[in-house]
């Protein structure tokens, strides 16, 4: 997207590989594939064929995928992703709060103003809504924090702090895939919610978040 950056693997930023990324997303994995390869080659780290990128840049792709939805062209995304980083001043522009969108042209916030972001700075006083970034859990910098992939729940949560990003119980470090091996063995949701001392919804998420995201 940018010029070449030294991207490594630190503690708590997470470390995902194509696959989790598109379990995450729920995203085709061919489609992320070719992001990691084509797209984001700067911002991945790892072996030519084990690449893997960290929380900010998932981010990214959910940003990404969101702004394709409303037939932004890639062109058009990359040349807003270069002028808001150099704004920003950040390698992970898409990481923050203050992107949205109109129309076909992307903005983000900068202060309170709503600028256009292809080098023209036109204002923008029109009210946006930013529905691609109501799963996403911003700090007190405005740059994401934590993601959650289910719609309408926050009972699992990506955390890069927490089991190197892979999903977990929300306000625990229990792995979401390990409430679903259990109950793929043929242990009860009553029993699973028991031996971890978690809510029935709890349990019931971890399941519905793997159901989706194999779907």
């Known amino acids: 997207m940018t010029k070449s950056l030294n991207i490594t693997p630190k503690l708590g930023e997470g470390v995902f590989l194509p696959m989790d990324v ?4 729920n995203l085709p994995y061919p489609k992320v594939y070719h992001w990691i390869r084509d797209f984001w080659g700067n911002y991945t780290f790892g072996e030519k064929r084990n ?19 409303r037939n932004i062209s890639p062109q058009k995304i990359k040349a807003a992703h270069k002028t808001i980083a150099q704004d920003l001043k950040t ?18 916030e900068r202060l ?9 700075y036109q ?15 911003f700090d007190k910098n405005n740059v994401a924090k934590r993601y959650f992939p289910l719609e309408k729940s926050k009972e699992i949560v990506v955390d890069p702090s ?5 999903p ?31 809510t ?7 399941i519905l978040f793997y159901n989706k995201s194999a779907a």
């Open 51 to 69: 690449k893997a990128v960290n929380f900010h840049t998932l981010i990214e792709f959910y940003i990404y995928y969101q702004l394709r939805l």
């Open 123 to 137: 204002l923008n006083i029109q009210e946006f809504i930013k529905p691609f970034l109501k799963k996403i859990e």
């Open 200 to 206: 029935e919804r709890q349990v019931k998420d971890a």
């Open 91 to 108: 390698a992970f522009p898409f990481a923050h709060s203050e992107i949205s969108t109109i129309g076909k042209d992307i903005w983000y």
């Open 22 to 25: 598109a379990q995450i997303l």
């Open 112 to 120: 309170g103003v709503i600028l256009k972001a292809d080098g023209s």
């Open 162 to 166: 927490h089991q190197f990003g892979l």
């Open 168 to 198: 977990t119980i929300t306000g625990t470090n229990i792995q979401a895939k390990a409430i679903l091996n259990l109950y793929k063995s043929g242990e009860q949701i009553e029993s699973i919610r028991g031996l971890y001392d978690l």
